[in-house]
């Protein structure tokens, strides 16, 4: 009997310990974990570092008020800033808080212009935001918001590639266009550069804001700091969380300083976001995953991983539909459902998860090894194999 809600279905197997790539189950097993906390544990189980981290800053000062200076924070957000197009960042605690805080920063902002018209949000029909009310209603998916109504209202919605939808949607009453530069739940789909431009120089021609969600695609994941870098836009708003704390809870807002005007004192905060445990944590893994060299590292493990996958794809043309993704955000899109598939690699002593349209999800730690790809490889291939 568990007394907890059953608001997931979880698979009959916990962990002891971690360590890199792998997990160790409390009935003795070592899988290679390639969910790593859904791309969260950018830098693996237990990292040297981050442990180092955690254990001089919890004998020091664990959380203190926003209502106080906070230096770690001011650390991290200036190298946040150093690094991106952003000018000031607002910290959180999970990436929904992150997502609902930028729509709350790009209504403040046409209300602190005098335009408190511009309210609506245009979001990609299906897409992920997080669970919260109006993070859900942004998704617009069925499936999430169903039992939960009223309706938040404030949200349109445009098909993902459907241009003509997009630029019929907007009206005098929008704010921004928010959408994930890879879809992650919704696939991996990722937004192609040249759209990433047009919406840019679209949301510019409207005079409206451009959101861009990097809860799941940023911090390295696509091997590059931000995904929509390799486009050359800058976004107005970006919500992250997942990697950034490698494993402890941390959401924040990226912004640039158009936008941040509108946020004045009391207009938002957070009774965790930002404290001195979370911050410390989050320094250290930007330390690591922010140097060139660690991302030139993604990027090969990147490269030899699809291309592998690709090869893959080849052999068993009936069973792989597609490898779709960039960086260390990789989906296997399968045929059929991938059900089954996932519970074959996990037999298998790999860990996988889903994602819609048939797709397997492939979320390594950022310094996964390329033995520990090969490792991953042959599972699939086995799996493949065995499946036909
Ligand atoms: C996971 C995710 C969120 C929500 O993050 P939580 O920490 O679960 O609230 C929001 N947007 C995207 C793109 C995500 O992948």
Redesign the pocket.
């Known amino acids: 009997m568990s007394y907890l809600a059953k608001n997931y279905n979880r698979k009959k197997i916990a962990f002891k310990y971690g360590k890199g790539s792998y997990l160790f189950s409390t009935d003795g097993k070592k899988y290679l974990d390639f969910v790593q906390g859904?791309?969260v544990n950018s830098l693996g189980h237990a990292h040297p570092k981050l442990v180092k981290t955690i254990r001089n800053q919890s004998k020091k000062l664990w959380h203190v008020s926003n209502a106080f200076q906070i230096p770690e924070g001011e650390k991290l957000a200036k190298k946040l800033c150093q690094k991106t197009f952003a000018d000031y960042v607002m910290f959180q605690n999970?990436?929904?808080?992150?997502?609902e805080a930028s729509i709350k920063v790009a209504r403040r902002y046409f209300y602190s212009i005098g335009k408190p018209h511009k309210n609506r949000v245009l979001c990609v029909q299906n897409?992920?935001?997080?669970?919260t009310l109006a993070?859900i209603f942004a998704s617009g998916s069925k499936k999430m918001t169903e039992g939960f109504g009223p309706k938040v209202p404030g949200f349109d919605h445009f098909v993902f590639g459907d241009h003509k939808s997009l630029k019929k949607k907007i009206t005098k009453n929008t704010a921004a266009i928010m959408v994930?530069n890879i879809m992650?739940?919704g696939g991996i789909k990722v937004i192609p550069d040249f759209c990433l431009k047009e919406l840019r120089k679209l949301c510019d021609k409207k005079k409206i804001l451009l959101i861009a969600?990097?809860?799941?695609?940023g911090i390295g994941r696509s091997s590059d700091f931000f995904a929509f870098e390799r486009s050359g836009i800058k976004p107005d708003i970006v919500?992250i969380?997942?990697g950034i704390g490698g494993g402890f809870?941390i959401?924040a807002v990226l912004m640039n300083k158009k936008v941040a005007s509108g946020m004045k004192p009391g207009t938002h905060g957070s009774t965790f976001g930002g404290n001195p445990l979370a911050m410390a944590v989050g320094n250290t893994v930007m330390d690591i995953i922010s140097s060139k060299k660690f991302l030139n590292n993604v990027k090969r493990s990147s490269k030899y991983f699809f291309s592998k996958l690709n090869k893959l794809k080849e052999k068993y043309p009936s069973i792989i539909k597609e490898i779709r993704g960039r960086g260390l955000l990789i989906g296997i899109q399968l045929h059929k459902d991938q059900t089954k598939f996932i519970k074959k690699l996990m037999e298998n002593k790999l860990l996988t998860i889903r994602a819609a349209e048939n797709v397997i999800r492939i979320l390594p730690p950022l310094n996964v090894k390329i033995k520990e790809i090969d490792l991953a490889l042959k599972i699939i291939d086995k799996v493949c194999s065995e499946v036909k």
């Open positions: 859904i791309a999970s990436g929904a808080e992150a997502t897409a992920f935001h997080g669970r993070a994930e992650g739940e969600d990097s809860v799941q695609d919500p969380a997942k809870p959401g």
